[in-house]
């Protein structure tokens, strides 16, 4: 685009857009174009700007993104001061506040505003014909800070006033507020960065702490909006005469304004609308902790005047605190669905926001460090909403003499296994997944989903009331279910939920459902070895680690086995995937439940071999490299396989040794000191071990020139009568196949079933080759001979 007037024009047009677009999102909450549409339209605007500095203007909305940091804030005098509310605690308070109003102004039954209290950061913003040029906190009500850079970066803050009518200045009040969704999206990224970010106490905080930070660049960053209010200095125009018409003229501007604003007459409708508003509280998507009642007409606004610095015209009648003091007794560790193991802190009962809390979440071990929390403590606990009561901060000049900080256990209260927390991970888990109660739900679903067991008819409820009427304590239980189990359990389950179906009073139990439950649990016994690894639920295996280590590996004795290093071999597995393997198969009762899954009938259909590429990593350098060992390179681990080629070198090796074989003496120091610690000597007698099984495993060198299909692609299309697509896929696999989605020049052959469709055609087009499923049956039967690449004689 080279002609400017073109280029001016289409500048002016996205702006126009997306400043319609955030008035839709903030204000109306009706958007109508997607976030990732908006996105490309902004990325649009920023590179026409910069191509064109001349095109730039202070209202367009790429000035939302931060500007550099500033050194100070200069302070800003309000025009008219930025005033405080009188509070009212109880519904006799209120109808005093109505008794005066109604007595200065002469008049009964007075119309009110009524308004949430918002939770955030009271500011001011200015606008001069239209266009925003001053934003300021409240302070001390007559001077505040001059944070305009900030208030830029906050999308619902318009930076140019829509419509017309509006006043040469006008001066508008409201709250800056952080969302809940925002706060708790944030707090969990935080807790997720290993101490890069810093988690907020609370939505106000977040929301005052942002509006504060000298680089505009930190509070984009952070999820802020705004409500508007009120009116300060108002020059060069004409307003509503109420003030809720001037709240709705507010938002004809652009600005937002909360939606749950409304009219109330009398103390009566006031208190209405604050037990209505007080229902809602715990389901809004931002803080409030009260509501707000205003005298409607401005001119009798006028006419009440103030007191001190306090309107009579208004009042907040405030909910009952959400924070309260109170003293843990106790910390323990919860252990989840998922095994995340959570520290809870007990608490001194207390009632907060009208709830008596005795237990508050503490998130993680970092967050307990963090806040330094300890059994003995005064603590304050916030609860927002729905969301699990939570400790804040400690109130270190209560803290008792003698106490200790805490750390997390090392196994599981529930089954003893051991808790892990994987290298970068913010969470610690309980490591066995098959045997611990707690996750028994969540283990035995995962077990029979289709991708894993495929167990159809298992869901959820069943799962728990097998688990509570004791049928099934791990996966492995459920194949030692019969028929009478599967009945008796669901009388047991009627009978507990209160329910007597027609067939249980007349003495019988329809079957059909459990007769096909048990079918399924039967199918599903002869598997893959993919399909079984991936159903065990390893932290971090999804169905591709799964299938990599069963193509690798290819046999459940030696992968149950393995020391963590040696996981490392396969492409795509990095130390935190590897270290979550290990742990899982390092849990004896996780090792039970596999032997238990065999000894009733699990049969794996596809063993093979390891792979002979496992063949470069298995020897001693390599295995070393593996270990992880600080310093301790490729190339310095050839060194010291070199200088110590057996184990008891290895383990005995002194520094004179290690140096005079070529080692950098800090690498030597760093490998003996690796070395002393016991656990690391039984790795590294493990590691050598587990990759002698594995070479002794490794079919012989000519035996293993090349798997019958390696290198070959292949695609699947239509439906096969024998193999479902995913048996056919891992068969495929097992013998060296990449088995794509799409046709092209590079496929080797096509396997076509029922009701194929443009896979076909396109095979057909490129003149590639066309297995039917006889043909494809035949070869994985035979195991064995590759077919041939010319693709004209095998064409079908």
């Known amino acids: ?22 008035y839709r999102y903030h204000v109306l909450d009706d958007p109508d174009i997607a976030d990732s549409e908006y996105d490309r339209l902004m990325r649009e605007l920023e590179a026409l700007e910069a191509a064109h500095p001349e095109l730039v203007t202070p209202d367009s909305p790429t000035r939302h993104v931060g500007a550099a940091p500033s050194r100070e804030f200069a302070p800003v005098r309000h025009p008219i001061p930025m005033l405080s509310l009188a509070n009212a605690f109880s519904a006799a308070e209120v109808e005093d506040f109505e008794r005066k109003v109604e007595e200065r102004l002469g008049l009964r039954d007075p119309l009110f505003s009524v308004e949430p209290k918002f939770d955030g950061l009271a500011i001011s913003l200015r606008y001069e014909d239209g266009h925003f040029v001053q934003g300021a906190t409240r302070g001390d009500g007559e001077r505040g800070e001059d944070v305009t850079a900030n208030l830029r970066t906050i999308k619902a803050i318009p930076l140019r006033l829509r419509g017309r009518g509006w006043p040469r200045v006008l001066e508008v009040r409201g709250e800056v507020y952080m969302p809940r969704a925002g706060f708790e999206a944030w707090n969990e990224r935080a807790r997720a960065s290993g101490g890069t970010l810093k988690p907020l106490a609370n939505p106000r905080n977040g929301a005052a702490g942002s509006l504060r930070q000298l680089d505009p660049r930190v509070t984009a960053q ?10 300060g200095e108002v020059a ?36 209405d609308y604050y037990a209505r508003i007080g229902a809602q509280r715990d389901g809004l998507p931002f803080d409030i902790d009260g509501v707000v009642y205003k005298v409607d007409d401005l001119a009798a606004q006028d006419r009440l005047g103030f007191v001190g610095r306090t309107p009579r015209w208004a009042i907040a009648h405030k909910f009952p605190a959400q924070e309260q003091q109170t003293r843990v007794e106790a910390i323990d560790v919860q252990i989840g669905r998922t095994g995340a193991a959570t520290p809870t802190a007990r608490l001194a009962p207390v009632q907060v926001g009208g709830v008596t809390v005795t237990n508050a979440t503490l998130h993680n071990a970092d967050q307990v460090t963090r806040l330094d929390v300890r059994v003995g403590d005064t603590v304050i606990v916030r609860r927002a909403g729905d969301v699990i009561p939570e400790v804040v901060r400690v109130v270190p000049e209560l803290r008792p003499a003698h106490t200790h900080a805490w750390r997390m256990p090392s196994h599981c209260p529930i089954c003893g296994s051991a808790i892990v927390r994987e290298e970068g991970e913010a969470v610690a888990r309980c490591s066995g997944e098959l045997v611990c109660a707690a996750q028994r739900t969540q283990s035995v679903f995962h077990f029979a989903t289709r991708r894993a067991m495929d167990i159809d008819g298992l869901g959820e409820r069943y799962i728990e009331d097998l688990g509570e009427f004791g049928y099934v304590r791990a996966v492995s239980d459920l194949y030692k279910l019969s028929l009478d ?16 179906p027609e067939t249980v009073k007349a003495g019988k139990v329809a079957t059909k459902w459990a007769e096909n439950l048990i079918e399924a649990i039967d199918r599903s016994r002869r598997t893959t070895l993919a399909r079984f690894l991936y159903a065990l639920g390893i932290s971090q295996v999804g169905e591709a680690t799964a299938k990599a280590l069963a193509n690798w590996f290819g046999q459940l004795a ?50 093979h071999a390891p792979s002979p590429k496992l063949r470069g990593g298995l020897d001693l350098p390599s295995v070393l490299a593996c270990l992880e060992v600080p310093r301790l390179t490729a190339v310095r681990a050839q060194v010291l396989a070199a200088a110590c080629p057996q184990l008891h070198d290895l383990l005995e090796a002194d520094q004179h040794r290690l140096v005079a074989a070529g080692l950098p003496v800090e690498v030597a120091d760093a490998w003996l000191a690796w070395r002393a610690e016991p656990a690391h000597r039984q790795l590294l007698r493990d590691a050598v071990a587990a990759a002698a099984r594995l070479q002794q495993a490794l079919p012989d060198v000519a035996a293993a020139a090349s798997l019958p299909l390696d290198g070959r692609t292949v695609v699947l299309t239509g439906t096969l009568a024998t193999l479902t697509r995913d048996e056919a896929k891992a068969r495929l696999e097992a013998l060296g196949a990449k088995v794509a989605g799409s046709v092209s020049k590079k496929t080797d052959f096509v396997v076509a079933g029922e009701a194929a469709g443009s896979k076909l055609d396109k095979a057909r087009e490129l003149g590639v080759a066309i297995w039917d499923e006889a043909r494809l049956l035949a070869f994985l039967g035979a195991d064995g001979t590759a077919p041939s690449r010319d693709h004209d004689d095998d064409q079908t």
Not at 222 to 231: E, G, I, M, T
């Open 1 to 22: 685009m080279n002609d400017p007037a073109a280029v001016a024009d289409r500048a002016a047009a996205l702006r126009a857009r997306l400043e319609d677009a955030n």
């Open 222 to 231: 952070r999820p802020l909006a705004f409500f508007a209010y009120a009116l």
């Open 236 to 271: 060069g125009g004409a307003l509503p005469r109420s003030h809720s018409a001037m709240l709705r003229q507010l938002r004809e501007w652009g600005l937002p304004v909360c939606p749950l604003v409304a009219t109330a007459h009398g103390a009566g409708g006031c208190l």
């Open 485 to 500: 189990d599967l009945l008796d359990m669901k009388r047991r389950a009627d009978a507990r939920d209160g329910t007597t």
């Open 558 to 607: 030696l992968i149950r086995h393995l020391p963590w290093p040696l996981f490392k071999l396969v492409p795509d597995v990095g130390s935190e995937v590897a270290r979550a393997i290990g742990a899982f198969f390092a849990q004896r009762g996780n090792q039970q439940v596999i032997d238990e899954l065999l000894a009733r009938g699990v049969d794996l259909g596809d063993l």
